[in-house]
């Protein structure tokens, strides 16, 4: 369903957003080393914002297509709700 193109970050948790509106993706880095990262869907994606662990908006990222990219810190664990296009 999600791959990423980063050896050192891995994908912790996929789960359904808690108000029901969306995906949430954690990706976490694993190796002490600050990247950018690409997440590849299956599906398109329609909208892409970091939340905080109680999924309140901090940031929007915009997709291209099935692709989305951002910027990870050492050892950061990101959540990221998506919405896929119909």
Same mark, same amino acid.
């Given at each position: 369903?999600?791959?990423?193109?980063?050896?050192?970050?891995?994908?912790?948790?996929?789960?359904?957003?808690?108000?029901?509106?969306?995906?949430?993706?954690?990706?976490?880095?694993? %190796?002490?080393?600050?990247?950018?990262?690409?997440?590849?869907?299956? /599906?398109? !994606?329609?909208?892409?914002? @970091?939340?905080? #662990?109680?999924?309140?908006? %901090?940031?929007?990222?915009?997709?291209?297509?099935?692709?989305?990219? /951002?910027? !990870?810190?050492?050892?950061? @664990?990101?959540? #990221?709700?998506?919405?896929?296009?119909?």
């Amino acid at each position: 369903m999600f791959s990423l193109d980063r050896d050192n970050v891995l994908i912790e948790t996929i789960k359904q957003a808690e108000d029901g509106n969306g995906i949430i993706v954690r990706p976490y880095e694993t %190796l002490g080393t600050r990247c950018t990262v690409s997440l590849q869907s299956d /599906f398109k !994606i329609q909208s892409c914002t @970091i939340v905080n #662990l109680l999924e309140k908006q %901090l940031q929007p990222l915009k997709p291209a297509g099935s692709e989305i990219r /951002f910027d !990870i810190k050492p050892f950061e @664990i990101l959540s #990221l709700r998506l919405t896929m296009a119909e």
